[in-house]
């Protein structure tokens, strides 16, 4: 994705994942600017907008990018048939309230999350705690740090209901249980894994739940959109 490197500010000179907005890792000596922002003064684009097109991970290859970004205003992309949500910290990286995780039958976890869209992060990720909540909650099993689940018996497994600030999305078992092998076997597994680094109030959601959405980012209205596809 876009990275920024400025030697003057310390920040590394490969993608943070967080589209050139700011690396978490390092502390800002100047003042935060947008590339929007940056983009729109110098007549790059009419409109401080731009979306993300993940492509889907049965079509990714090595000699093409796995998404690209169009920015401003464009024909391509009907802005009615996107879920707008609210951005909760929009300095550095884009981040939105995830309120609840659960199944059409009920909430798993009702706990506020900020969740954190980083594309380098093939896998979503919580709380070592909250991870085993919800996967547990989905019927997977723990073994090792993933949780896993019968690949005979996949399409048994429950919809993932995903409730933003204002929006609503439905994951089949496919779209949010993974198939690859692992230490030499194939195993199907929860792209929701526990990661020590991630506070409790926090998710991070990385490119297997992004690919399954358009996603658009409208600085001036400070939202975030999604339009669900099928991968």
Same mark, same amino acid.
Request: proline share 5%; glycine share 8%.
């Given at each position: 994705?876009?990275?920024?490197?400025?030697?003057?500010?310390?920040?590394?000179?490969?993608?943070?994942?967080?589209?050139?907005?700011?690396?978490?890792?390092?502390?800002?000596?100047?003042?935060?600017?947008?590339?929007?922002?940056?983009?729109?003064?110098?007549?790059?684009?009419?409109?401080?907008?731009?979306?993300?097109?993940?492509?889907?991970?049965?079509?990714?290859?090595?000699?093409?990018?796995?998404?690209?970004?169009?920015?401003?205003?464009?024909?391509?992309?009907?802005?009615?048939?996107?879920?707008?949500?609210?951005?909760?910290?929009?300095?550095?990286?884009?981040?939105?309230?995830?309120?609840?995780?659960?199944?059409?039958?009920?909430?798993?976890?009702?706990?506020?999350?900020?969740?954190?869209?980083?594309?380098?992060?093939?896998?979503?990720?919580?709380?070592?705690?909250?991870?085993?909540?919800?996967?547990?909650?989905?019927?997977?099993?723990?073994?090792?740090?993933?949780?896993?689940?019968?690949?005979?018996?996949?399409?048994?497994?429950?919809?993932?209901?995903?409730?933003?600030?204002?929006?609503? /999305? %439905?994951? !089949?078992? #496919?779209?949010?249980?993974? $198939?690859?092998? &692992?230490?030499?076997?194939?195993?199907?597994?929860?792209?929701?894994?526990?990661?020590?680094?991630?506070?409790?109030?926090?998710?991070?959601?990385?490119?297997?739940?992004?690919?399954?959405?358009?996603?658009? /980012? %409208?600085? !001036?209205? #400070?939202?975030?959109?999604? $339009?669900?596809? &099928?991968?």
């Amino acid at each position: 994705m876009l990275g920024v490197y400025n030697p003057r500010v310390n920040l590394p000179a490969f993608g943070d994942g967080h589209l050139g907005l700011g690396h978490p890792d390092v502390e800002r000596r100047l003042t935060d600017f947008s590339i929007l922002d940056v983009m729109s003064s110098n007549n790059m684009i009419n409109y401080k907008r731009f979306t993300l097109l993940c492509v889907c991970s049965t079509h990714r290859n090595n000699s093409e990018p796995d998404a690209r970004i169009v920015f401003g205003s464009h024909a391509s992309v009907n802005l009615r048939a996107f879920h707008m949500v609210p951005l909760v910290a929009f300095r550095g990286s884009w981040k939105l309230h995830i309120l609840s995780l659960g199944t059409p039958t009920g909430p798993i976890s009702q706990r506020l999350l900020v969740g954190m869209l980083d594309s380098t992060s093939w896998l979503s990720k919580l709380s070592v705690a909250h991870a085993e909540t919800v996967n547990t909650g989905l019927g997977a099993q723990k073994s090792g740090n993933l949780y896993v689940v019968d690949c005979n018996r996949m399409d048994q497994m429950p919809i993932l209901r995903i409730a933003l600030d204002g929006a609503q /999305f %439905d994951l !089949q078992p #496919r779209a949010y249980i993974q $198939q690859d092998v &692992v230490e030499g076997r194939m195993r199907c597994f929860s792209s929701i894994v526990p990661d020590p680094a991630v506070k409790s109030g926090g998710m991070i959601l990385g490119m297997t739940f992004m690919e399954h959405f358009i996603i658009t /980012f %409208d600085q !001036q209205q #400070r939202k975030m959109g999604f $339009q669900q596809r &099928v991968c």
